[in-house]
């Protein structure tokens, strides 16, 4: 899988030295432990930006740097225009990166030319937000979930055929009622069951999960969370799982990364990044999150101000705008992404806790440990 | 802001006088459409009261009828293709025996709406001053200029900086959660006594839903109103709303003041619904309880208790008959339900797999 | 200031456009059979007037140059002479314009007249019966082309009962009410040409933008129906329109032609098929130019009107 | 647009049928499917096929040709000239009939012609855009810009009146728009997430367009089309009005037309009647397929 072959890897020599990032200031340092040994992914100093009208920048992603362990689900959480999504597009490079590298399992995929960029494409899949828009309307469920193995002429039909009747049941549809049946015949859980199939057909060793279930109701949300799950564990997928509830983030993922208007935030432990936030920003979006129960406290106010324009975003820290406890250096420096304790950054100035020894509710999230197994469902919880 | 209060042109009692009907009652309402399908029954015999100063929220999942719900009680429906019965009293007037005239007097003057979607809801080509006017000019007879200096008023009481300047804005010129505001402003102009928010947040941003919904709830506190909050997440009614309907297939299944509700839930797809959200507190990798299958067609919906087909409690009794709203043990809470939670054991553990039958049944 | 961009935008595309048209027109002679001189003038032409046709047409030089010439002769007002009856190119298409242009106006006032009123009552009720009837009578309008409309029109009105005259033309100036007479039976054809389409975009167009959300939200208001469809529905929904005008300025062109040719009133679609039958080519090329350059500057008005009607495509876009 | 949850909106006559959809979205979602193109559709078919087969297998119809002059026969319709027959004693069943060939001839020819042109770059401008997408929409623009009809008369007159010619010229004028409905249709479905989906997947890009966007293009550039075909027969039909299209003796709908209601034969109305009625006919089915196949497939109209 691996390229070698110089010519179709124009940019590898570029990659090596220290890149500017935005504004044409050199991107800052990396923390130490932001990577790791044997990551199936590694994003750094990753820049996406868009032409706006004027001769302006839309400042997609501004110089984010991340990784995700094999195995693993990282989540990848934040409001519209965070840049959440871009990012995700960006590492399979729908979307180009202006600058900065993604490397996938020893290949660096910024390096890429077409053909080789297309084959390294099959190992690691997106699944969209929109289940229905995400399929072609005009062809049918078999061909849609077959259309991976045809492109790359995998198998006789009959394996064909049998490939695609597994992952069709594995998803929990029926296969002989489902086959010949067009995506409009289906609810959007299904739809999204479809995608789900169809992104597992080429055994892909990571999937992009772009906002899998922000289109969905809450009941079908939980069918397909779990199904994400269990898929996981039965085919030994690692996600990088984008969307903007905290809480459904939370669920899913080991560690998460939170950003705000193109910059990464704070990335740690799940539970250690919730149980104790270090970003204002992170506190503010906790803050938010309408909780399904009357009882919980509601003694915080809601941070104020709108997310400003990607395409002007503020100087120094890109939260500072609505930041409760902006200084003068907030608006001067970009804060870096810094080292806090172990596996947690988080950039800001003024970082609101130090991760110090773990309590032990949560130590869990931090080692790279296989997806836990399939559980027996947890009776209901009535309050 | 005494601009705001001015009469309107029907006579609706002010103030509550002691043994005067409740704000809004609606009472055994039926809303169907008619399509090339057949009859959809999106509302189904729905039956509440709401008293003034309270914000009840209506919570559904989509297709469970909550937006019609909330259209019908405003008798805002087109009819064509409509058929509706039962009664919707707002202060003891029929809404749904007005005449087109006389429903006109009473939209954005004594009910208003504040809608899901503030870039579809605002006339884009309309500037926001006159969509902020036109009905205090209507409604309230203002001369343009007590309009234009209301108006003012009422963007800066919603948080709208410059509101001045805002007036000349079109919609597109403002970010969503400013859309949402302005659209909540104008909803407010005619000082309401009830408002119905559909969805008013599903759109936003979860930091600037927190800013509307409190907007929403201040205004609606500062003016005694009362407010239908309609939305899809039991979180957002749980914070904010006093009472709670819960609707599944055009029908209420539960109904009760929140604390009460959400302390003792006794329709299990209630427990279902607040079973399925992921929780804050729950460890990674929680395994959610989803409620499998879908919802029924409102064409041809099953028979007895419509949840039966998904209802991990089910019984013979619950295909065949269904069940009525009853009051329980608490007082105010209601619940349409032959085996509420606690009285029964479930059968087991449910598969947890997914096995969904076929597209469609 | 970012409009002014835009303008000069647009206007820069406008004059590339007329080059292009100009260019065209200018290739027109070259697509005659044999040498273009002899098709033109005949056996008639002398030496002398051989060589002058030949340097006003360009035909001594290469293409561009040639192109350049004309172009330039042209931009005078010099597009030659009629080898008929001598009358020059420029002073037939001034005499022949003042009609097209009272055509177009009172033909587009009237489909304009018609279409809006009935497109608003048929979009009150789609499904109605209202709308049904409109929209099978638009169909009908659809399949009748101009020149059956302006026979039928000619035989019932004229031949039959003789309500206007069938054919002729008397000037604004000289007869005004005889003026009327003669210009109703051309002006409703071609009106009838352009009421259907009309009537079917605007009708589409009302009927998706009244099941906008902000019509609910009007209606929401307590906004009365008059207002509703006046103030809300019909602004968002002309913006196609504009630009369908804009399209149909070609049908109106197009329909023009036959309906002059129907109604002998010799405007520039009449001369130019008269030009056809007489061989007279300069004439024909004149009337080409005019028309074509007419076209297109009033599809650039169309266009423009349209960004300055619509504040959507003011902005600048975000995100 | 391909299905969506309000797909079957179109289907709905009323305003805030949206809300019923919504309403409705429960239904089992195979009711989209159940939407149908309607009797009218099928009668609308039924009339152009039996036009064309009428056109095409006109020699070995038991009619007289169009140029044979049977002087005994009256000027009215009879047994052997259900139409009559015009001031030459030319049977006009016939001559109508033979008179459709050219009609619909130039007709589908162009906009087949057009479709093929004017599609394939509009799929390609659509879906590769930069400077393909540029160069091609220029050119279209032009094409736009010039009223399509005095080209159309101006270049018959300069270059001459064979009907492939009208054809041609014809077929140049419609790729303008027929592009436009194509790119924009392939603008709008390149931007979906199948498509990008299948990208992601490694398909080609020829795999892309041919696979994924042409069939969901097809109906768009079809009902379009059809409605194109009317208008081009209309385009010809007024050439040959004013005797700018096929020389005299062959009959085509317009130049009947125009035979029948010049002076000598103003007497007998039927013979311009007779013609005119059999094209606003096939105008007219042309039309209402046209029209139903849009709303069947839900193609915004006139969005160009």
Known sequence: MTVSDPATAPQSAATAAPRPGPGGIAAAPLPPGLFHDGAVLTVEHLVVEFPAPRGRRVHAVSDVSFDVRDGETLGLVGESGCGKSTTGRAIIRVDRPTSGRVVFDGTELTALGPEALRRARTRIQLIFQDPISSLNPRRRVRDIVAEPLAIWQRGTPAEREQRVRDAITAVGLDYDAAADRRPHEFSGGQCQRISIARALMLDPKVVICDEPVSALDVSVQAQILNLLEDMKARYGLTLLFIAHDLAVVRNISDRVAVMYLGRLCELGPSDDVYARPAHPYTVALLASIPEPDPAAARNVTPIAGDIPSPIDPPSGCRFRTRCPFAQQRCTDEVPPLTAIGPERFVACHFPLATSGPRSSAGSAGSSPEPAPPIQVDTPPTAP | MSLLHKAGRLAFPDVEAPGAPPLLEVDDLHTSFRTPLGLVRAVDGVSFTLQRGRTMGLVGESGSGKTVLSRSIMGLLPRANLERSGRVLFSGHDITAMRPRELRQVWGAHIAMVFQDPMTALNPVVRIGRQITEHLRLHLSMSRSEARETAIALLNSVGIPEPRARLRSYPFQLSGGMRQRVMIAIALACGPKLLLADEPTTGLDVTIQAQILDLLAAQQAERYMAMILVTHDLGVVAGRADDVVVMYAGKIVEMGPTNALFSDVKMPYTEALLASIPRLTDPVHTRLSAIEGRPPDLVSPPHGCRFAPRCRYVQARCTEEEPPLVEGDTPGHLFACWFPVGSITTRGPRPTTAAQSGPSS | MNRLRYVATRLGQLVIVLLLVSFLTFLLVHLLPGDPVTTILGPAGTAQTRALLRAQLGLDHSIPVGYAIWLWHALQGNLGQSYLSHQTVASAISQALPIDIELVIISQVLALAIAIPLAMIAARRPGGWLDQVGSSVSFGMLAIPAFVTGVILQQLFAVHYHVFPATGWTSLTSNFVQNVRDAALPSITVALASVAGYMRLLRAEMINTLQEDFITMARSKGLSTPRILMRHAFRPSTFPLLTAAGLSIAAVVSSDFVVEYIFQAPGLGYQAINAIYARDYLILQGDVLVIAVLFVVSLFVVNMLYAVVDPRTRRAAVT | ?304
């Open chain 4, 1 to 304: 647009m391909p299905p969506s949850p309000d797909a079957d909106a179109a289907a709905l006559p009323a305003a805030g049928a949206r809300l019923a959809v919504a309403a409705s979205m429960s239904v089992p979602a195979s009711s989209a499917s159940k939407r149908k193109l309607g009797v009218v559709f099928w009668i609308a078919v039924a009339w152009i096929c039996l036009v064309v087969v009428m056109a095409v297998f006109a020699g070995l119809l038991p009619i007289d040709g169009p140029d044979n002059l049977s002087y005994l026969s009256k000027l009215g319709s009879s047994f052997s000239h259900p139409f009559g027959t015009d001031e030459l004693g030319r049977d006009l069943f016939s001559r109508v009939i033979f008179g459709s060939r050219v009609s619909l001839e130039v007709g589908f020819g162009s906009i087949f012609l057009g479709l093929v042109a004017g599609g394939f770059a509009g799929l390609i401008a659509g879906y590769m855009r930069g400077i393909f997408d540029a160069v091609t929409s220029a050119v279209a623009n032009v094409i736009l810009s010039f009223p399509a009809l005095l080209l159309l008369i101006t270049v018959a007159a300069f270059w001459g009146r064979a009907w492939w010619k009208i054809t041609l010229i014809i077929a140049i004028i419609a790729t303008a728009p027929l592009f436009y409905v194509v790119r924009s249709s392939t603008i709008s479905f390149a931007g979906r997430d199948f498509v990008l989906a299948a990208r992601t997947m490694g398909a080609s890009r020829w795999r892309i367009v041919t696979r994924e966007i042409l069939p969901n293009v097809m109906p768009a550039a079809i009902s379009f089309g059809l409605i194109g075909v009317a208008i081009a027969i209309v385009a010809e039909g007024t050439l040959s009005f004013l005797g700018l299209s096929v020389a005299a003796p062959t009959p085509s709908w317009g130049n009947i037309i125009a035979e029948g209601q010049s002076s000598t034969a103003a007497s007998d109305p039927w013979i311009w009647i007779w013609p005119t009625l059999i094209m606003f006919m096939t105008l007219l089915a042309l039309n209402i397929a046209g029209d139903r196949l849009q709303r069947f497939f839900d193609v915004r109209e006139g969005r160009l």
